[in-house]
Every structure is written in structure tokens, then in C-alpha cells.
């Protein structure tokens, strides 16, 4: 026997589709993704979003209309993030019962049951310094004056029906803290999704765009995460575990990977969820635009990449699109 036929021979199980596909180690289904959206009062309104080809600003009118088609192909979880009618130094619009991203939930809930309506929970887009919190005099955002505010915010839309709350300004406490005013207000089973681990980063500089929540001076480092933690990224996690997190979250996902793999390893439960953000979204659309890469592949290949990694949702701007890919 010669020694060649004693080689392994991988490309066996990659010879053909049918082989390729019940081969498959990792897979991606409709229900595993959830699609954010951006809705603001008013009515027929769709304005584009030039950073983010493909995403809008809408109307609740209009936003229930997209959400229910997207509903046709199978998406059933929508995040949700607002543009106030007016800002202040306190983001106090934020949790007004009248705002666009209450007014979406309740109308959301009302004519789509069966679809999970996440809110983000934050000041960002509410406050016109736009920090996620609030701002003392000597220009530091002050972490516990922030909490009954986030709180307050999260209250509101559970009230409107919300499913899920899901804090991203990255307080200390935030967690523990909406958790308590959730129970207190009656709203017990309001789930809550942390975005536990969020990393400063560049990545999210076309939502700036669409949500009007860009920083007026300085950055958000003293609150979210150097890019170069992985360890403090656990200790972020377990916090929000610890405070009551019924979901934990690694954003942005593209560019840490490794963390989704040590989170998922670390906490099999709960679900971790993973923000495939904004600028991961565009810079895979613009390069499509200019013929440099295949649209279809390049974001089904992030995608699988992400679930590969972990996680157990996926948060993308893709969302419609991929549940359409996945069907075909
Ligand atoms: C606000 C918030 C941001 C994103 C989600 N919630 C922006 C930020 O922290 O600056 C980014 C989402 C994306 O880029 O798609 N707290």
C-alpha cells in the first residue's frame, strides 16, 4: 500500500453543496437575529440615513409598516431607538410616555403581537450635550445621578408594552438599578437586556448620524470600554448577571470576536447577544456600492462569523435582508 492513500482527505466532506451543507458545523436562522430601527413622531415620514445606506429615520406609520414586512420573512425582534421632539441637559424627554419610541411600542404591540419590541434604554439621543448621562459643571458624566434617570426612561417603556429594556449607557448599577424601579412599578416581567460589555469605538460612527446622538465635547471613554480589555469585558458581564440581566450583550461584534468566544465559554447562560453596529453595517455597504465586494457574501459571512463566535443573537442592520438571503 503506498503511503499517499494513507493521507487525510478533508476536501471529501467539502466536494459537493449537499455534503457542504449537512456538514455545516455552524448555522444561522431568522430567529436568531433582531433588526434596529429608528422612529421619531410624525407621520409618513421616511428619511434616509446617507451613513447607512438601506436604513431610515421613520415615522411610527411608517416604522410598523417595515417591521411588518420584515415580520413576513420571519424577523420577530426589533430593536428600537428614538429622535426626540426636543433635548435638554437632563434627557428628559427620554422617558416621556408621548415620545416616538413609546408611542412605536404601543403601536408595535398593538398590530404586531407576536413581534419582541426591545428598547434601547440610554440619554444619548435625549440630552443636548448628547453623553449618555448626565453632565456635572466640571464636564464629568456623573454615573449615579444618571441612574434614576435611565430607570425612569426604562418604566416608561415598559408601560408602552415593551418586551424588552436593554441599557446602553454603560452606568455602573444601571442594571440593578432599572431592575428595582421595573419591579416597584409593577412591570416584574419586563425582561432586561445589558449591554453589558461596549467598547468604546469607531465602529459606531454612522449611528451617530442616524440617532443625532454625537457627543458635543469629548468622547465617551470614561464610561465605555478601551478596546484593549478582554478581562474587564468578564467583569462587566458578570456585574450585569449579578444586578439581574436576563440577556448579555458584547458590542460591537466584528472586531471582537474573541470576546463573544470567551463570553459565550465563560457564561453559557444567559443569551448573549451580539451588535453587529453600524459601522460594520456601512463599511460592508459601501464597498458593495463601489463593486470591491459581494454585498450578499460579505454580510452572511459576518454574520456566521459572529454566530460562530457565540453568540446566540445577532443585532444587525442586515436583518431583513439576511432573513431574505436565509430563505432562498
Ligand atoms: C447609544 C447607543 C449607541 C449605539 C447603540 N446605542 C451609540 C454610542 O454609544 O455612541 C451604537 C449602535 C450602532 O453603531 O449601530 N448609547
Redesign the pocket.
Known amino acids: 500500500m503506498s503511503s499517499e492513500l494513507e493521507f487525510t482527505r478533508l476536501r471529501h466532506l467539502r466536494e459537493t453543496a449537499d455534503i457542504r451543507r449537512n456538514n455545516a458545523e455552524t448555522s444561522l436562522s431568522v430567529s436568531e437575529l433582531a433588526y434596529?430601527i429608528f422612529v421619531t413622531l410624525g407621520s409618513g415620514i421616511q428619511r434616509p440615513i446617507d451613513a447607512m445606506p438601506g436604513q431610515f429615520q421613520m415615522s411610527v406609520d411608517v416604522a410598523v409598516k417595515q417591521v411588518e414586512a420584515a415580520h413576513k420573512t420571519g424577523i420577530d425582534k426589533v430593536l428600537l431607538?428614538g429622535l426626540p421632539q426636543h433635548k435638554d441637559s437632563v434627557g428628559s424627554s427620554a422617558k416621556d410616555a408621548g415620545e416616538a419610541v413609546q408611542a412605536a411600542t404601543r403601536q408595535l404591540k398593538r398590530e404586531l403581537p407576536d413581534v419582541t419590541v426591545i428598547t434601547?434604554v440610554?440619554?444619548?439621543?435625549y440630552t443636548d450635550h448628547g453623553h449618555?448621562g448626565i453632565v456635572t459643571p466640571d464636564g464629568e458624566v456623573d454615573n449615579d445621578a444618571t441612574l434614576p434617570l435611565l430607570a425612569a426612561a426604562a418604566v416608561s417603556h415598559a408601560e408602552a408594552g415593551a418586551d424588552i429594556v436593554a441599557p446602553?449607557?454603560?452606568m455602573d448599577g444601571q442594571v440593578a438599578a432599572i431592575r428595582a424601579d421595573l419591579n416597584e412599578s409593577g412591570f416584574e416581567k419586563t425582561r432586561l437586556m445589558g449591554?453589558s460589555a461596549?467598547y468604546?469605538?469607531s465602529?459606531?460612527?454612522?449611528?451617530?448620524e442616524?440617532?443625532g446622538?454625537?457627543?458635543q465635547f469629548g468622547d465617551?471613554r470614561s464610561y465605555?470600554m478601551s478596546s484593549t480589555q478582554s478581562d474587564e469585558a468578564m467583569l462587566e458581564i458578570e456585574a450585569d448577571i449579578a444586578e439581574g440581566a436576563d440577556y448579555i450583550m458584547v458590542?460591537?461584534a466584528l472586531a471582537y470576536l474573541d470576546i463573544i468566544r470567551r463570553a459565550s465559554e465563560r457564561f453559557p447562560e444567559p443569551p448573549l447577544a451580539a451588535?453587529?453596529?453600524?459601522?460594520?453595517?456601512s463599511a460592508i455597504k459601501a464597498a458593495a456600492a463601489n463593486g470591491w465586494l459581494d454585498e450578499r457574501g460579505a454580510a452572511m459571512e459576518a454574520l456566521i462569523a459572529i454566530k460562530r463566535a457565540g453568540a446566540d443573537l445577532i443585532i444587525t442592520?442586515f436583518a431583513p435582508d439576511a432573513a431574505h438571503w436565509l430563505d432562498q
Open positions: 434596529p431607538f434601547d440610554c440619554l444619548c439621543e449618555c446602553s449607557a454603560m449591554y461596549k468604546a469605538s465602529f459606531y460612527g454612522p449611528f451617530r442616524a440617532a446622538s454625537a457627543p465617551r465605555q458590542k460591537p451588535y453587529n453596529v453600524s459601522g460594520e453595517y442592520y
